[in-house]
Structure formats: structure tokens, C-alpha cells
């Protein structure tokens, strides 16, 4: 069978004739509607010429490709034997989506293939086991063909605090490999790895990426070869032994996430959260959060924080979120994880009365939680030293042991301590942090299923409770838990300057709504660097906002111009949290551009923001793209906080006006020329189409 998957400008073409394990003919641009006599036509035509001195049948990529069948890449399987696998059965569940049976001795790998209306496409496999003895897996992942026109690769590094660092290299022959084994993602995370054609960015090129949607180790990789086409791969990484099955057993891999792109990387931005936005109850609008943790740290009673509970209020804060500290002894960072009940020296009478000062106030109740990880100081490790991974005598990572969540023991005290607080008190959120690795070689596949299951049941049980995704800040940000979850917690800094950057690249996979963003202290509590408050409120506004700041010590005039930020957040949800993200290229790395379009292209807020001094005394002008090029829109300065920082006699005319009335083309393509701002700065814009 031929399999033609088409959407959105993407086509998915399968050679599933058999009898050996089907090859994808085409994953790129759409190819219109094909016939079968079409199909028939281009996969024959597809088969390449015989190379000398290699197999005598012509050379394919399959969906499984191996060395037996002359790939002597990185293979998709490995493990006990050496499996001929063959075709068994093909299948169309539905439109968008293909089922392929391979059968091998005592094998079974049921492949799911599905192209979204969004033209995001998933992969996975379902290997069973039937034979006799036991059956260790080493690796089973998904290979597609990339055309070697794709020569560049973006991945990311990074670490605690300054996440997501992009890097590019050029793809020479051989495999640029990205594996992890934290346990997590990491900080280091590859998070996306895009290969595409020379010099694509954020506007333009071809672009292919693939994400591996699973919160434990993976591997990564490109491949090019003398001996067959370019590849990307991804797997769960497992360690040797990790999953084994015996008869009528089955291990399922984690979804391959796959995209194609023909204008950059925003273009694979756009698939993919229109498609994550597609796959969840829809939202309701994402309040602005006060996190107590950068304002009183583990300086916490009634009394102290009744006053932050009246200045968030005061501003318009939506939600406040009680931190760390909270629980059993709970002083500092090397104690009683693990003992989940309120502590009865700070909180005599619970958590009840700080609960109703924040509800008589109109907003919700959030807590702090690390529900995987265990203190040696703790009355949990003291009475189940069994229940630690690795054994109590395990390395600690910032104080801190890992609960094994396998064990049913240690899963069901987890699931019932998270329920009697749920059940006590009036939670409407729970940050749930994750702050090491696990360090303990074959504990991933089990750990992160467990959580998953823990995840799981507790949205059964408490569906209007909301769930934050945080992991020592931005080390576990995956489309495995994003169903999970409602929020993820994008790095432990509020630098607004290192935000910019973190932010830009986080969103390249995830929609913003999902990413906290907070307004901090002045001087920044990790860097030290003290920004001004327009810059701030300015980062902040372009993701899921809050204030991470002791509001009782700040200027009445700052509180009011947070209060307007609030106001205007709040206004402009809808737009930041539902429109397509734009990110400008410019030949200067010091500025950067961008921006979000509302879906119907009639309104729009863009960012000009300076990291460092410009390169040019009169930087290159703003150019507004994803508009509508024909409608006319008029662009408009907003002020946030005070005005940003300039250096210059004076300003553009167009500023001093009331705006600019241009059409969209012209925006975009001739742009509008900036202030002269000074470094660390902000400049907003609102753009709005005329009446039709």
C-alpha cells in the first residue's frame, strides 16, 4: 500500500508495499492531490541507482532501518538477536494517520504514524514480546529522511538559570548526537533539534525538527551519510537492562514529534502551537501570578505575609503562590522534603488563615511542592530508607535524595499526602518543582512513567486543579508532560536581560501562555544586574506574567505603573496568549525584534529591545512582519512603566505623532526607524488594521 498524508502545506508520502518495513518516500512540502497511479509513479521513481560495492538492490530508508538491510547508520532497533523484520499488515485508522504491523521472531513493532490538520507529524512504536526467555531492548527510535539540501543544525545547551542557549554547526558527514541522562531534560537539554538549508532563521529557509516528547533521557541525532540519505533521529535513551519483557509483554516509545517548515523557524513555531493549542481544553485566561519565593524566601508566617497579600492584591495579582517553606520543618534548603504537612510553629492554625486573606482579597491559592525528592534530614528518609533511589548512602544534589515513585509504597504516599492537602485546603494550583538529577543509571523509564501515573491520577481526582511543571527552573520543558500540565515554570532567573533570550528560544516549541514569566526585585536575586522596571514589566508581559517581588518595599510609584502593566496584561490576553509569535532577524545580535499577531491579522504587539550597546549609531529600522500585507495598519508607541532609556537630541517625527498609517507590506519590508535606545531596554508597539 502507498500512504499520501497531506496538510497544511505538508506531505507525508510511505512506500508500504512489503514486504520489508515500509520507507517514506517524502516529508516536506505538500505535493497536491495525488492519485494512486501518482503514488505508484513516484515511489517507483524514487528507487536511486545501484552504488558499486554495496548491496545489489537499490538502497532504501525504512521506518526501522538496520544493518541487515544496508544501513550502516545509526540504527532505529537494537537489542537481544538480530530480527528480520517483514511486513505483516497496513492500516488507515483514520485520514491523517497510518498503522504498520513488522513482525520478527517472536517480535511484534506496531508503528503509529499520524500528520496533524496543523502538519505536525508524530511517530511511535509499540514493540511485544512473545517468544520465550526475556527479551532486553537496547533502543527503539524514529529515523525520517531529511533531502541534503538541509545542511545546518540548531540544537540547544545550556545551564541552571541560562537555559535554552541555541548553537549551530554545520552538518559534515557523520552524526551530530545530542543524548542526555538526567533523569529529566536537563538545562542542557537539545529541546528541538531543526535541520535545514544554509543560513535559515527565524524568517526564512526549509526547516525540519524533531522534538522527543518524554520528561527522561533521550537521544537526539543528524545524520549524514556517504551511503544513504541525511537523517534525524530521536529515542528515549534507555541504560542496558532498563526495559525488558517477557512473554506478552510490550514497551511503547515516547511520540516522535516531527515538523517541516518552508519559512524558518517561526514557521515551525506556528505548526506546532496552533497543534499544542489544538490538543487541550481550552484555558481559562492566565492569571497573573505572585510567587512568594524571591519576596520572603523562608521568612514565612501570617504576619508576614498577610501585607504581600494586600499589595498583590492592590495591583491586580490574580493568583498567589505560597513557595517553599511552608511544610515540617522546613527552614532552609536541607531539610524535610518529604514531609508533606503544614509546619505547626509557622502555621499554629494551618494554612487556612492565609488561604481566606488571599480569597477574601479575589484571587486564588497556589503552593510549592517537590513531591519526587526526599531531604536525608526528613522524617520520610528516617522511617522508609527504602523507599530512596539508590539507597540512602546515594550522592546528594543540593541536599537532596530522589524518591523512588516505582515502588507502589512510595508512589501511594506520595498520591495520598498531595490528596489530603488538595482535600483540606482550597488549592487551586501546585508548582511542582524538580530540583536534580537522578544519577542513578536505569531509574529514568520507571521514574518518569511513575509521574506521569501520579500526574494523572491527581488531575482525576482534583480536575480543576492546575499544575506548574518547574525543574530547579526550565530543566523539564517536553511535550511529554505537556498534557499534564498547565504551566512550566522557563528558568529560576528573573534577569529580564537573560529572559529575552531564554524566552525567544523556549516559545520556538512551546506556546507562551504555557511559560511563566515574572517581574523581579530590581537587582536580580541571581545575576546581581539591577534593571529598570520598564524593561522588566516589558519581558514579563510576552509569556504567562507575574511578580516574583516583595511588592511591601516598592515605591507606591512603581506599584502603580505594575498596576497599569497588570491592566493592560489582562487586556491584551487573548492577543499574547492566541496570536502567532514573530521573531525578527537583523544583522545586529544586540537588538532584537519581536512580537505576536492576533489570528485574524488585525491587531498586533511587537518588542524592540537592546541587549547590549547597537552596533550603528542609527540602527536599522523596525520592520513589523506577519501582517496582512494589503490591510493598512497604524502603528503606536505603548508606554510601559516609564519611558525607556534613549541617547539622542531627538526622536523619530513618526513617535513624537500621533503614528504611522502604512500598509502591512510596507511595514514589513521598510520598517519604521526606532529610538535610540541605551542597553537593556524595551519599546513596545501596538499595531492596529483600519475598519474594513
Same mark, same amino acid.
Given at each position: 500500500?502507498?500512504?499520501?498524508?497531506?496538510?497544511?502545506?505538508?506531505?507525508?508520502?510511505?512506500?508500504?508495499?512489503?514486504?520489508?518495513?515500509?520507507? &517514506?518516500?517524502?516529508?516536506?512540502?505538500?505535493?497536491?492531490?495525488?492519485?494512486?497511479?501518482?503514488?505508484?509513479?513516484?515511489?517507483?521513481?524514487?528507487?536511486?541507482?545501484?552504488?558499486? %560495492? %554495496?548491496?545489489?538492490?537499490?538502497?532504501?530508508?525504512?521506518?526501522?532501518?538496520?544493518?541487515?538491510?544496508?544501513?550502516?547508520?545509526?540504527?532505529?532497533?537494537?537489542?537481544?538477536?538480530?530480527?528480520?523484520?517483514?511486513?505483516?499488515?497496513?492500516?488507515?485508522?483514520?485520514?491523517?494517520?497510518?498503522?504498520?504491523?513488522? &513482525?520478527?521472531?517472536?517480535?511484534? +513493532?506496531?508503528?503509529?504514524?499520524?500528520?496533524?490538520?496543523?502538519?505536525?507529524?508524530?511517530?511511535?512504536?509499540?514493540?511485544?514480546?512473545?517468544?520465550?526467555?526475556?527479551?532486553?531492548?537496547?533502543?527503539?527510535?524514529? /529515523?525520517?529522511?531529511?533531502?541534503?539540501?538541509?545542511?545546518?543544525?540548531?540544537?540547544?545547551?545550556?545551564? *541552571?538559570?541560562?537555559?535554552?542557549?541555541?548553537?549551530?554547526?554545520?552538518?559534515?558527514?557523520?552524526?551530530?548526537?545530542?543524548?542526555?541522562?538526567?533523569?529529566?531534560?536537563?538545562?542542557?537539554?537539545?529541546?528541538?533539534?531543526?535541520?535545514?538549508?544554509?543560513?535559515?532563521?527565524?524568517? $526564512?529557509?526549509?526547516?525540519?525538527?524533531?522534538?522527543?516528547?518524554?520528561?527522561?533521557?533521550?537521544?537526539?541525532?543528524?545524520?549524514?551519510?556517504?551511503?544513504?540519505?541525511? &537523517?534525524?533521529?530521536?529515542?528515549?535513551?534507555?541504560?542496558?537492562?532498563?526495559?525488558?519483557?517477557?512473554?506478552?509483554?510490550?514497551?511503547?516509545?515516547?511520540?516522535?514529534?516531527?515538523?517541516?517548515?518552508?519559512?524558518? +523557524?517561526?514557521?515551525?513555531?506556528?505548526?506546532?502551537?496552533?497543534?499544542?493549542?489544538?490538543?487541550?481544553?481550552?484555558?481559562?485566561?492566565?492569571?497573573? /501570578?505572585?510567587?512568594? *519565593?524571591?519576596?520572603?524566601?523562608?521568612?514565612?508566617?501570617?504576619?508576614?505575609?498577610?501585607?504581600?497579600?494586600?499589595?498583590?492584591?492592590? /495591583?491586580?495579582?490574580?493568583?498567589?503562590?505560597?513557595?517553599?517553606?511552608?511544610?515540617?520543618?522546613?527552614?532552609?534548603?536541607?531539610?524535610?522534603?518529604?514531609?508533606?504537612?503544614?509546619?505547626?510553629?509557622? *502555621?499554629?492554625?494551618?494554612?487556612?488563615?492565609?488561604?481566606?486573606?488571599?480569597?477574601?482579597?479575589?484571587?486564588?491559592?497556589?503552593?510549592?511542592?517537590?513531591?519526587?525528592?526526599?531531604?536525608?534530614? %526528613?522524617?520520610?528518609?528516617?522511617?522508609?530508607?527504602?523507599?530512596?533511589?539508590?539507597?540512602?548512602?546515594?550522592?546528594?544534589?543540593?541536599?537532596?535524595?530522589?524518591? #523512588?515513585?516505582?515502588?507502589?509504597?512510595?508512589?501511594?504516599?506520595?498520591?495520598?499526602?498531595?490528596?489530603?492537602?488538595?482535600?483540606?485546603?482550597?488549592?487551586?494550583?501546585?508548582?511542582?518543582?524538580? #530540583?536534580?538529577?537522578?544519577?542513578?543509571?536505569?531509574?529514568?523509564?520507571?521514574?518518569?512513567?511513575?509521574?506521569?501515573?501520579?500526574?494523572?491520577?491527581?488531575?482525576?481526582?482534583?480536575?480543576?486543579?492546575? +499544575?506548574?511543571?518547574?525543574?530547579?527552573?526550565?530543566?523539564?520543558?517536553?511535550?511529554?508532560?505537556?498534557?499534564?500540565?498547565?504551566?512550566?515554570?522557563?528558568?529560576?532567573? #528573573?534577569?529580564?536581560?537573560?529572559?529575552?533570550?531564554?524566552?525567544?528560544?523556549?516559545?520556538?516549541?512551546?506556546?507562551?501562555?504555557?511559560?511563566?514569566?515574572?517581574?523581579?526585585?530590581?537587582?536580580?536575586?541571581?545575576?546581581?544586574?539591577?534593571?529598570?522596571?520598564?524593561?522588566?514589566?516589558?519581558?514579563?508581559l510576552f509569556g504567562h506574567a507575574g511578580i516574583e517581588w516583595d511588592l511591601t518595599t516598592a515605591p507606591e510609584a512603581d506599584r502603580a505603573q505594575i498596576a497599569a502593566w497588570v491592566r493592560e496584561y489582562q487586556q491584551r490576553r487573548a492577543l499574547?496568549?492566541?496570536?502567532?509569535?514573530?521573531?525578527? #532577524?537583523?544583522?545586529?545580535?544586540?537588538?532584537?525584534?519581536?512580537?505576536?499577531?492576533?489570528?485574524?491579522?488585525?491587531?498586533?504587539?511587537?518588542?524592540?529591545?537592546?541587549?547590549?550597546?547597537?552596533?550603528?549609531?542609527?540602527?536599522?529600522?523596525?520592520?513589523?512582519?506577519?501582517?496582512?500585507?494589503?490591510?493598512?495598519?497604524?502603528?503606536?508607541?505603548?508606554?510601559?512603566?516609564?519611558?525607556?532609556?534613549?541617547?539622542?537630541?531627538?526622536?523619530?517625527?513618526?513617535?513624537? $505623532?500621533?503614528?504611522?498609517?502604512?500598509?502591512?507590506?510596507?511595514?514589513?519590508?521598510?520598517?519604521?526607524?526606532?529610538?535610540?535606545?541605551?542597553?537593556?531596554?524595551?519599546?513596545?508597539?501596538?499595531?492596529?488594521?483600519?475598519?474594513?
Amino acid at each position: 500500500m502507498l500512504i499520501h498524508l497531506q496538510a497544511a502545506g505538508t506531505s507525508f508520502v510511505l512506500d508500504a508495499r512489503g514486504p520489508q518495513p515500509p520507507s &517514506v518516500v517524502h516529508w516536506g512540502a505538500a505535493l497536491g492531490d495525488l492519485t494512486d497511479d501518482d503514488l505508484a509513479a513516484l515511489a517507483e521513481a524514487a528507487v536511486p541507482a545501484v552504488p558499486p %560495492s %554495496s548491496l545489489d538492490t537499490p538502497p532504501r530508508l525504512s521506518l526501522l532501518p538496520a544493518l541487515g538491510d544496508g544501513w550502516s547508520g545509526r540504527p532505529a532497533f537494537a537489542g537481544t538477536g538480530r530480527p528480520r523484520w517483514r511486513l505483516r499488515d497496513v492500516s488507515r485508522p483514520s485520514p491523517g494517520s497510518v498503522l504498520v504491523t513488522l &513482525v520478527a521472531a517472536g517480535l511484534e +513493532i506496531a508503528t503509529e504514524v499520524e500528520l496533524s490538520a496543523q502538519g505536525v507529524l508524530r511517530l511511535r512504536h509499540r514493540l511485544s514480546f512473545d517468544g520465550d526467555g526475556e527479551f532486553s531492548l537496547g533502543s527503539l527510535a524514529a /529515523v525520517l529522511p531529511v533531502p541534503a539540501r538541509a545542511t545546518e543544525v540548531v540544537d540547544f545547551g545550556g545551564l *541552571w538559570a541560562y537555559e535554552r542557549r541555541p548553537q549551530r554547526t554545520s552538518l559534515a558527514f557523520g552524526a551530530w548526537t545530542r543524548e542526555t541522562r538526567h533523569g529529566r531534560p536537563g538545562h542542557d537539554d537539545p529541546y528541538l533539534m531543526m535541520l535545514g538549508t544554509p543560513g535559515f532563521d527565524f524568517r $526564512a529557509g526549509e526547516v525540519w525538527a524533531v522534538h522527543l516528547a518524554w520528561s527522561g533521557d533521550k537521544q537526539l541525532w543528524a545524520e549524514r551519510s556517504t551511503l544513504g540519505p541525511t &537523517v534525524l533521529g530521536s529515542g528515549e535513551l534507555l541504560a542496558p537492562g532498563e526495559v525488558r519483557l517477557t512473554a506478552g509483554e510490550s514497551y511503547t516509545t515516547p511520540w516522535t514529534v516531527a515538523v517541516w517548515s518552508a519559512t524558518g +523557524i517561526d514557521g515551525i513555531s506556528e505548526r506546532l502551537h496552533e497543534w499544542i493549542r489544538s490538543r487541550r481544553a481550552p484555558l481559562k485566561p492566565r492569571p497573573v /501570578v505572585l510567587n512568594t *519565593w524571591e519576596a520572603v524566601y523562608f521568612d514565612q508566617s501570617l504576619a508576614r505575609l498577610e501585607p504581600l497579600v494586600s499589595a498583590a492584591a492592590s /495591583v491586580g495579582v490574580e493568583r498567589f503562590v505560597l513557595d517553599d517553606g511552608w511544610f515540617l520543618g522546613r527552614t532552609d534548603d536541607r531539610r524535610a522534603l518529604g514531609d508533606w504537612t503544614v509546619d505547626p510553629q509557622r *502555621w499554629p492554625s494551618g494554612l487556612g488563615p492565609l488561604i481566606e486573606a488571599v480569597h477574601s482579597r479575589g484571587m486564588d491559592f497556589g503552593l510549592w511542592v517537590e513531591p519526587e525528592m526526599v531531604s536525608p534530614d %526528613s522524617v520520610l528518609a528516617r522511617e522508609h530508607p527504602d523507599w530512596i533511589l539508590g539507597g540512602p548512602d546515594a550522592a546528594t544534589w543540593r541536599h537532596q535524595l530522589v524518591l #523512588n515513585l516505582a515502588l507502589p509504597s512510595a508512589y501511594a504516599y506520595v498520591l495520598d499526602s498531595l490528596s489530603a492537602l488538595l482535600t483540606t485546603y482550597d488549592i487551586a494550583f501546585l508548582k511542582w518543582d524538580h #530540583n536534580r538529577d537522578l544519577l542513578q543509571e536505569g531509574s529514568a523509564h520507571a521514574q518518569t512513567t511513575a509521574l506521569y501515573r501520579l500526574l494523572g491520577e491527581l488531575r482525576r481526582r482534583f480536575p480543576a486543579l492546575e +499544575i506548574e511543571s518547574c525543574a530547579s527552573g526550565g530543566a523539564r520543558i517536553d511535550l511529554g508532560i505537556v498534557d499534564l500540565v498547565d504551566r512550566f515554570w522557563t528558568s529560576d532567573t #528573573n534577569d529580564a536581560l537573560e529572559r529575552q533570550q531564554i524566552q525567544r528560544w523556549t516559545s520556538v516549541l512551546m506556546p507562551p501562555e504555557l511559560l511563566g514569566s515574572h517581574v523581579g526585585a530590581p537587582t536580580t536575586h541571581i545575576t546581581g544586574r539591577t534593571e529598570a522596571l520598564s524593561f522588566r514589566l516589558a519581558t514579563s508581559l510576552f509569556g504567562h506574567a507575574g511578580i516574583e517581588w516583595d511588592l511591601t518595599t516598592a515605591p507606591e510609584a512603581d506599584r502603580a505603573q505594575i498596576a497599569a502593566w497588570v491592566r493592560e496584561y489582562q487586556q491584551r490576553r487573548a492577543l499574547l496568549h492566541g496570536g502567532t509569535l514573530i521573531r525578527s #532577524n537583523g544583522d545586529d545580535p544586540s537588538v532584537l525584534v519581536h512580537g505576536v499577531v492576533s489570528p485574524d491579522r488585525r491587531s498586533a504587539l511587537y518588542a524592540l529591545v537592546t541587549l547590549r550597546a547597537p552596533a550603528s549609531a542609527l540602527p536599522e529600522p523596525v520592520r513589523f512582519q506577519g501582517l496582512d500585507p494589503v490591510r493598512r495598519y497604524t502603528v503606536r508607541p505603548l508606554l510601559l512603566g516609564s519611558q525607556p532609556r534613549t541617547l539622542q537630541d531627538a526622536p523619530p517625527p513618526w513617535l513624537v $505623532a500621533d503614528g504611522v498609517t502604512l500598509p502591512g507590506r510596507v511595514l514589513a519590508e521598510v520598517g519604521l526607524p526606532p529610538s535610540l535606545l541605551t542597553p537593556e531596554q524595551a519599546q513596545l508597539f501596538t499595531v492596529d488594521a483600519e475598519p474594513a
